[in-house]
């Protein structure tokens, strides 16, 4: 990680705002990525011990020897198909890794699944929320639209397992956001937790497009996701973007993105961790309960149905949310009711 540089730079802020895209290099602290691997590893490494003492799996089948790039997918295709009911629960478990409270994980003397604490100093840590500052200023928030993503290798969904994803379409991620949030900035940073390439499944972007806001998009049928209709999206100028294991991409909420199936060997694991101005409408303190039919949309959070949390308050830092027991609760608070007025493009 270079430690001389703070934030973006004035030549990568052009860059980003003129293109809608930006890779800042080495800016993850390794350490940091590993105790996220650890802990992903000890969710996986609980849920197969459950498996095995439930004698629905065996610890050969768990293959607890693999590497951490290999494993997960390594069990979900060995498995022989009377071992549907393991496989089911595997993909339940790393499916729910971004803690929505619909699969109840191990939890730590905390009381929180390990993954949390290694995924909130990762979510907190400086160089990234430095850039994150140049962009929307010093008072940030996160919003709980976070996600760890195991892309496995040679993935069809299907529809008799839990939807797990392959193929990512072209979208924008306002579309998945309230309209009225539209001309807010949002930025995605996306983190590769092994190196990411064009055959394991790496991000690919349309630059430019972001200057033309929201894009019509439509269901995405077995994919599950809205997608942006073909005819927007023409001109074949897209960009694969291959990183490495610590780098991050900044992507502006209204450029377009997608990522393609995973030929490798590899699953390609991944988070996807978003950040905004502490401006924006947002529910941080407010009350799940207040959000139903009876309120006007235009009133919400711009992601109603997940937790926005403080990360940097310049003015009132003991707001900061900063260990994981409280990061884990705000998120199941919003988790739990998980209202949605409706997607503009399909109903979610």
């Known amino acids: 990680m270079n430690g001389t540089i703070v934030g973006f730079s004035p030549a990568e802020r052009e860059t980003y705002t003129a ?26 490494d609980a849920e197969c011990k459950k498996l095995i003492e439930k004698r629905l799996l065996t610890s050969k089948e768990c293959c607890f020897d693999a590497p951490f790039d290999e494993r997960f997918g390594r069990i979900i295709h060995q498995l022989p198909d009377d071992k549907g009911k393991a496989r089911r629960i ?54 709980s639209t976070f996600r760890i993503r195991a892309k496995i290798p040679h993935w069809t969904p299907g529809d008799k397992l839990p939807y797990f994803p392959a193929a990512v379409p072209w979208h924008q991620d306002a579309g998945y956001m309230l309209p009225h949030c539209d001309s807010q900035m949002i930025v995605t940073c996306w983190i590769p937790l092994v190196d990411a390439t064009i055959d394991n499944g790496c991000l690919v972007v349309y630059p430019w497009q972001h200057q033309k806001g929201v894009l019509p998009h439509e269901p995405g049928g077995e994919s599950k996701y809205i997608e942006i209709q073909s005819k927007f999206l023409q001109e074949k100028k ?33 988070m996807d961790i978003r950040y905004a101005s502490a401006a924006i409408p947002n529910n941080v303190d407010e009350d799940p309960n207040t959000y139903g039919p009876e309120r006007d949309p235009s009133t919400m959070a711009c992601a109603p149905t997940e937790a926005d949390f403080v990360i940097r308050d310049s003015k009132r830092p003991e707001r900061e949310v900063r260990s994981g027991e409280d990061f884990f609760n705000v998120r199941m608070r919003y988790a739990e009711q998980y209202y949605h007025p409706g997607l503009r493009f399909g109903n979610r």
């Open 19 to 44: 293109q809608g895209w930006l890779v800042r290099k080495n800016l993850m602290a390794a350490e940091q990525l590993d105790a996220l691997t650890r802990a992903i590893t000890a969710q996986l």
């Open 90 to 143: 595997l993909l339940a478990a790393m499916q729910d890794l971004y803690l929505t409270g619909r699969y109840r994980h191990e939890v730590n003397e905390s009381g929180v699944p390990p993954v949390a604490d290694t995924l909130l100093q990762c979510i907190r840590h400086d160089p990234l929320l430095d850039c994150i500052e140049s962009v929307v200023g010093p008072d940030i928030i996160g919003s």
């Open 238 to 270: 897209h960009l694969p973007i291959e990183m490495q294991r610590g780098d991050v991409l900044f992507l502006n909420n209204m450029t377009p993105h997608a990522s393609f199936d995973n030929t490798s060997q590899q699953t390609r694991w991944s």
